[in-house]
């Protein structure tokens, strides 16, 4: 029973164009919701969160929206760079210190 | 890396043989997590620690074993490794536990490999 799901497992963007990534979850108690990035051989790095009490957060390139009712998040990445190709992976929490859910990833290549 | 070291990188084991994979810290913080990833599951929690001796299992934990006896210091033990035991382990740390001011920092994972 897949909590989090990201059903794009790659994707593929001109440089300089948006990157828009989508992440579902079916558990209404989720609260704080994440996004990853991770390279080749590395461990994922922290990118950008949002709580639920919020529709929207943004960081420099970087969007999340949050979208309740449809129980949807997406991040967008604009404008897209060829460093940006990494997989990323949404994560999701209920309440308290209850351990991350993770999606299963998508894959990103931003092609120059 | 926020000052997390996992060791070995990589390793090759047999089957049946026990493992340990060492996860060490320099940030004095509370909470560890021991991940897995494997290609079409994403990142799965093993066992995740919330401070000195005191450990938690996690959606994966059958088949493996966990001890923390110093803030530093996480382990994972495989008693018995089996070739569904082959994958990228990853090391996490947070100050707060997954909380909102809190994200979890990751290692830069252990390839492990059971023949």
């Known amino acids: 029973d897949q909590q989090v799901k990201q059903n794009s497992p790659s994707l593929s963007v001109q440089e300089g164009r948006i990157s828009i990534l989508n992440c579902d979850y079916t558990?209404?108690?989720?609260?704080?919701f994440l996004w990853y990035k991770k390279y080749p051989a590395e461990g994922p790095t922290f990118l950008i969160s949002i709580s639920s009490i919020k529709d929207k957060n943004e960081d420099g390139r970087f969007t999340v929206f949050l979208n309740k009712s449809a129980k949807h998040l997406s991040l967008h990445i604009v404008p897209s760079q060829p460093g940006d190709s990494a997989v990323y992976f949404c994560?999701?929490?209920?309440?308290?210190?209850?351990?991350?859910?993770f999606g299963k990833g998508t894959r990103l290549s931003v092609i120059a | 890396d926020a000052g997390i070291t996992q060791s070995p990188r990589h390793k090759v084991t047999e089957t049946g043989t026990p493992v340990t994979l060492r996860c060490h810290q320099t940030?004095?913080?509370?909470?560890m997590y021991w991940y897995r990833q494997d290609p079409g599951h994403g990142l799965r929690l093993i066992h995740y620690s919330y401070g000195v001796k005191d450990t938690d299992k996690g959606e994966v934990s059958d088949g493996y074993s966990v001890s923390r006896s110093k803030t530093e210091d996480f382990l994972l033990t495989l008693e018995s490794a089996t070739s569904s035991q082959t994958s990228v382990y990853f090391c996490?740390?947070?100050?707060?536990?997954?909380?909102?001011?809190?994200?979890?920092?990751f290692g830069n994972g252990t390839r492990l490999t059971v023949t």
């Open positions: 994560a999701a929490r209920g309440a308290g210190n209850t351990p991350l859910v």
């Open positions: 996490a740390i947070s100050a707060q536990g997954q909380g909102v001011n809190s994200p979890l920092h």
């Open positions: 558990n209404s108690m989720f609260d704080y």
């Open positions: 940030e004095n913080h509370r909470y």
